[in-house]
């Protein structure tokens, strides 16, 4: 076997086992949850039990969120077992292999100095690490289908599979609508097929608006397509959004040039050393998924380590491999190296204390958890049950569930006393990092640094104050802060 090709194994392994066993680890510390284990996991179950992309809680079709008939296939692994493994198994392969890809295209275009650059981008890049990290939003699908698009493009030059690929995203999620426009422009603007560049320029975001106007709808009809409120800004619709951005583009600009939205730019831009604007053609390929994040009044599609960034991923991997390549012949990367390789060790290192201050405390354990683990397993499996946020993605495979504190006369009613994301305030940390200082006890601040301590939010307290009032329920247990109650016979 080749070299290169055993490094091409070694590299996805690598990464697979990473992204995959940190997933586990982390659903196993409840830090996977509603928001969007449960989303994506639930429908899936409900798929495999003969209700097709049914969610529960929500009371209809996943459809009614987001256009992702491709989570049918995603769902055949539960006519066998019914375990959010899956989505975990699945993510982590899908991630892995776009790394290897994009690792593959660096071999293929650089020595190995670049090859080893790009290979510690990779393992640094924060987009890339919560893409493994988050949940499995169909982001990464089509992300995944926009390297091998990218790959093929540029290494045989071949415009036919790329274009494919990138329509097959419509699969996916409604809004691979702009990636395809974005891709025609791009043909449009550096190709000769002139006349399919501006056919996927029209073809994608018409197919991305008839969408949200006229199917997805179709299964929320009570709130339509619930994440037009993203650009209200500009309209009460679709259609007086496209309006209003085209016909006032001062309004426009304006929600474009904004500090977040530089920061969010310079933040995607400068782990990677500025390369990628050595290939600036291939950037057009970015243009309206960027316009399209940067106009959004929801701060979370400006936030680089969300699903909405990942689509910039690989693009701007492999632009980051042709600007090495670029710099190399034309004689400049000697020049360059110093600085480049100062850039890119610095926000590594930045990235590695990011992981240990904000990642790693969701692979800690507590007996809290394991309490949780062990009360959870008291409830029948055919029972309704509302539980709390984090402990949802344990009990969604039910056909009546409830969020806590909505009881819904439930049969189980199960919390924890804290809220798991929950750090202290700032000011507490000020006070509470002295007294430790105070009192020389230096481990107990590491700890804190890393792991944080979780106080109860009001509404927390509350609830469960209201909870323990409630006559209809007996307390079955509670230990290290976990309670379960039944409802009386």
Known sequence: ???QIKQRIL???AFFLFFFLTRVIAHFNLTTGLFDQYFFDNPLWNTAHGKLLYSTIEGRSFLGTHFSPILIVFSLPYFLWASSMWTFLLQSLIVAGLVTIIFRFAQEQLDKEGTGL???L?????TLRYMGFHDLHMDVVITALLTLALYILLTYKNIVWPTILLLLGFLAKENAGFLVSSFGLFILLTRKEKLLGAALLVLGIGTTVFIVKNIIPQFNPTEGFIFGKYYAQFGSNISEQIITIISQPLKTLSYLITSANIFFIFIMLAPLAFLPLFARPLLIIALLPLLQNMISNYSFTKDFTTQ????????????TILGIKHLKESNSWERLKGRIRKTIYFFALLSLIAFILLDLRQYFTSEQIFSAHKLMKEIPSTASVSADFHLMAHLQYRDHLSVFPEVNNADYVIFADVDRWLLNQPKDDVVKVKQMWANKDYGRIVYYIVCGFKNPKPEDIAAIAKMQK???YKLVKEENGIFLYAKKR
């Open 122 to 126: 990779l393992a640094t890049n924060v």
């Open 11 to 13: 590299v996805f392994l």
């Open 470 to 472: 409630n006559q209809r």
């Open 1 to 3: 076997m080749k070299p």
């Open 308 to 319: 909405y960034s990942y689509i910039f991923v690989p693009i701007l991997f492999f632009t």
């Open 118 to 120: 790009i290979l510690l």
